[in-house]
């Protein structure tokens, strides 16, 4: 699995894309979401840093993330299909297509422009402080996985 280097701004571009060829009419290989819930549910990711949109774990919570999640959402293998997902990620109800398109695309520039030396250290509720290459790699691999669960 290639992990892109989403802090360069060419191969945050090559992501984008991707994403491009996304439409409301496509239809994912596997799991339960429509497309516009995938990308809510990948903005979950960027809303994390970005917002307070959501609660932060208690300190069970941290613990069991850590134990369990921590080794396959930072490293190297690929997520596998269907795997469980914390409760923040779950998305059930309909999503605007374009809005989260848009919202999406608007993090992944975000997250380009202030660069590798903003995440260094930078604190993730769920793992801990995480260096610039740990939250990369958070951001590529979930995002890469969707996309290619989306056939883009």
Not at 15 to 30: H, S
Not at 40 to 63: S, W
Not at 133 to 149: A, C, I, P, V, Y
Request: hydrophobic residues 35%; aromatic residues 10%; contains cysteine.
């Amino acid at each position: 699995m290639t992990i892109r280097n989403l802090y360069d701004q060419k191969e945050t571009q090559e992501t984008i894309d991707r994403i491009e060829k996304l439409t409301p009419e496509t239809q994912g290989l596997w799991g339960k979401m429509d497309v516009a819930q995938m990308m809510a549910h990948c903005n979950v990711a960027y809303e994390i840093v970005y917002t307070d949109k959501h609660a932060k774990p208690n300190a069970f919570g941290r613990f069991m993330a850590r134990l369990f999640a921590k080794n396959t959402v930072l490293g190297p293998k690929p997520y596998k299909k269907n795997i469980p997902t914390s409760p923040i990620f779950k998305m059930t109800e309909a999503k605007e297509f374009e809005t989260e398109k848009k919202r999406l695309v608007e993090f992944l520039e975000k997250t380009q422009k202030l660069g590798k030396t903003h995440f260094n250290g930078l604190n993730n509720p769920a793992f801990g402080d995480l260096t610039d290459q740990q939250w990369n790699t958070l951001f590529s691999k979930h995002l890469d996985h969707h996309l290619q669960q989306f056939g883009v």
